[in-house]
């Protein structure tokens, strides 16, 4: 059997190379890319929660400048590459030294190489060299295994590893966030029309974890009713009472205006009502309104945005722009002062054929040319290209915001909507979202969104009015941090 067969990857068998098959020199390799899973994974097996690999906010004040795997994660793939491929089954472990010359990073690519250095035959013990070089040809650990090589040949079918999921503590990640924005202050709030135990339930929840002060914009006699029903205490809110749902809407726009609100918060009423309300009114400002939902996801490892997903349903190029000043604005309200902004399209190419990359390409030149500030802007990039340093990297892509996108512009609402449900319902992501774009922030809510996304979206748009309200005033504004929008670094927990 020659070294190639016995080094490819058997999808069917596992096989072993015994003791008296092994020469000086042999060797076996594996490659593996990092993921934000593996480290959460790795993290949750062994119970090291260092920060350095699971609180990104921490990591990025460290000397390296961002979440690093675990060591023994790489030694780890050792391990594998010894246990499968050379010697393969029925190898024993004796001993192992081990060098860390270099931090490996999501997205890096390691190749893990063993060789035989020496072979003991009186006692079937191989010495192997052992490297993790990464994609860019840096040693990132080295080191020395000593194995009792097997002198049977053992050949079974390969093993089904269990599927493994890892999930966001939403709980804790809440508390963090509500640690986060609790020293700016309660933001006074205009809820439109909360006439239902869902919409009435989140007011309150948002008030009594701090964030907000509620005027409840709707009949009054129906908004007691919903409390005594729901069993829900509103004795202390103001209410501004008017006969139905378009009345609210038309008076919640009236406060904001007169500055007796910083922020509107849909209720019970359709999306539409309410933002017609605010489109009809000064509220709306030269630059074209859109939603951004934050979010979080076990799979990568920084929180981002995501939009237009929520209003605009295809948006023209100038209107773009303005989605894209947005989501910038609302970077820079959380601290981030120079975030990455990926413009998707399907693929990372210029299509005249496909007008979501003609746009892309004109977004990149307008920031180019100072029409676009405070960001670095990079498009078209195909998601995988935006998310992945792995697969930007396969497809020769050279970019500062492949594989690192703080923002992912989408090109239409249908994309957007699907991605962002995607991601929260299949992917495990942790969100919240608002309105930005008007003179205030505009929190809309869904009756499917959980308590965290509802009171996490309140948060979000407190940083937002307080952003805006201290750079209106020249004064700096406090760095929050992206991540505290949705969540605190995952914590992984497994289900097999």
Not at 206 to 221: E, K, S, T
Not at 472 to 487: S, W
Request: proline share 5%; hydrophobic share 50%; charged share 20%.
């Amino acid at each position: 059997m020659d070294s190639n067969t016995l080094e490819r990857d058997d999808l069917e068998v596992i096989r072993n190379r015994t003791f008296d098959e092994i020469a000086i020199g042999d060797r076996a390799s594996i490659e593996r890319t990092l993921t934000a899973a593996d480290i959460q994974l790795f993290a949750a097996m062994s119970g090291d929660v260092n920060s350095q690999h699971i609180d990104f906010e921490f990591a990025a004040s460290t000397r390296f400048h961002g979440v690093i795997a675990h060591g023994m994660w790489g030694a780890a793939l050792i391990s594998a590459v010894l246990g499968t491929r050379l010697p393969g089954p029925g190898t024993i472990y004796l001993s192992q030294t081990l060098k860390f010359h270099a931090p490996v990073r999501v997205g890096d690519t390691l190749t893990i190489v063993v060789a035989v250095t020496s072979k003991d035959e009186a006692k079937h013990r191989l010495a192997l060299d052992c490297r993790c070089t990464n994609q860019e040809g840096v040693a990132v650990i080295s080191g020395e295994a000593t194995v009792l090589a097997p002198t049977e040949r053992i050949e079974r079918p390969r093993g089904t590893l269990p599927q493994v999921r890892i999930s966001l503590s939403h709980g804790n990640d809440l508390v963090r966030l509500l640690q986060f924005v609790r020293p700016l202050g309660r933001i006074k709030i205009a809820v439109v029309h909360p006439c239902d135990a869902v919409s009435l339930s989140a007011v309150v929840d948002a008030h009594a974890a701090g964030l907000i002060d509620p005027v409840l914009v709707g009949p009054r006699a129906r908004l007691e009713a919903v409390a005594q029903q729901s069993s829900l205490k509103i004795d202390g809110f103001a209410i501004e009472d008017v006969p139905h749902s378009h009345a609210a809407a038309a008076r919640a726009v009236e406060l904001a205006l007169n500055g007796s609100v910083e922020a509107l918060m849909k209720g019970s009423l359709h999306t539409d009502e309410l933002m017609g309300a605010v489109v009809a009114s000064p509220l709306r400002t030269d630059r074209r309104m859109s939603h951004c939902f934050l979010m979080q996801t076990p799979a990568y490892p920084r929180p981002f945005i995501i939009t237009d997903a929520a209003i605009n349903i295809a948006p023209t190029l100038k209107e773009k722009a303005d989605i894209v000043r947005n989501a910038i604005d609302l970077a820079h309200a959380f601290g981030l002062a120079r975030p990455r902004v990926a413009i998707l399209a399907a693929v990372e190419t210029v299509n005249p054929h496909m007008p979501a990359t003609l746009d892309a390409a004109a977004l990149c030149k307008m920031a180019d040319r100072g029409q676009i500030t405070g960001a670095i802007v990079d498009g078209p990039l195909a998601f995988d290209n935006a998310v992945s340093a792995a697969a930007a990297r396969t497809k020769g892509i050279v970019s500062a915001v492949a594989g690192a996108a703080d923002i992912l512009v989408v090109p239409d609402l249908e994309s957007g909507n699907m991605l962002a449900k995607q991601l929260e319902y299949l992917g495990g992501a942790a969100s919240a979202g608002i309105v930005v774009g008007a003179r205030v922030p505009i929190v809309l809510t869904s009756r499917a969104d959980p308590r965290e996304a509802r009171i996490a979206s309140c948060a979000a748009a407190l940083v937002a009015a307080r952003g805006a309200r201290l750079a209106g005033h020249g004064a700096q504004v406090p760095t929050i941090g992206l991540a505290a929008a949705v969540a605190s670094p995952p914590k992984a927990t497994a289900e097999l």
